[in-house]
């Protein structure tokens, strides 16, 4: 089937809503990734065996099962036991949820990689343990994982179509919508691919221009 240029020019605007649906769902996830990353990431420092264990079990989990599995469980199966979740806060939480188990041992990986002598200095100088995380440690932390952050970023949008479970009307889900009413496969989905294409290149292009800020300043 030959690509009909026209025809792909007349359905970009019925893609465009789910290109904004994914752009927030990915946004609003990778927010709640990365604090609880971090966050995790933090409590993995106490000397609480109670919490490390806790930590460890929910980073064991989430990174060792299926992000489609996780997604039906909390779609479907919570509403089991009383909870029911809209479709869109159950793709933030499952994306968040999901990444937020990576990123947590990128910043433990980071944090632990900040040299004793700032440790040392920061509890020589009687900093709170606030100020010593988040004036001191943090920040120093930080900058490795630029990189690493972008990464994830961008996979997070390469993981939207299977959002398309949950019946999120996602970039995928409007692509796959119009080939089933039209039977023209070719143009929705290269549109879809070049949209995608249009989101992670800048994004990709951002982080990399924030770590030579960062490794400058």
Request: with cysteine; glycine share 6%.
């Amino acid at each position: 089937m030959d690509f009909d240029f026209a025809f792909a020019w007349s359905i970009l605007p019925d893609l465009l809503p789910g290109l904004l649906v994914t752009f927030e769902v990915v946004v609003a996830g990778f927010v709640l990734a990365t604090l609880l990353g971090m966050v995790v990431a933090v409590l993995l420092q106490l000397p609480s065996r109670l919490m490390t264990k806790l930590c460890q079990a929910y980073v064991a989990f989430f990174r060792n099962t299926p992000l489609l599995v996780q997604l039906y469980f909390l779609f479907f199966a919570l509403p089991l036991s009383g909870l029911t979740l809209p479709a869109m806060v159950t793709g933030v939480l499952g994306m968040g949820l999901y990444y937020g188990a990576y990123i947590a041992e990128a910043f433990r990986g980071a944090i632990n990689g900040v040299p004793q002598g700032q440790w040392e200095a920061a509890r020589a100088l009687d900093f709170s343990p606030l100020t010593q995380w988040t004036r001191i440690i943090l920040p120093q932390a930080l900058k490795p994982m630029l990189p690493v952050l972008g990464n994830y970023l961008i996979g997070m949008f390469k993981e939207t179509p299977l959002l398309a479970v949950i019946t999120i009307p996602e970039l995928f889900q409007a692509a796959k919508q119009i080939a089933g009413l039209t039977y023209r496969y070719n143009e929705p989905y290269t549109l879809m691919a070049l949209l995608f294409l249009l989101i992670s290149l800048p994004t990709s292009l951002l982080f990399s221009y924030l770590e030579r800020r960062r490794a400058h300043a």
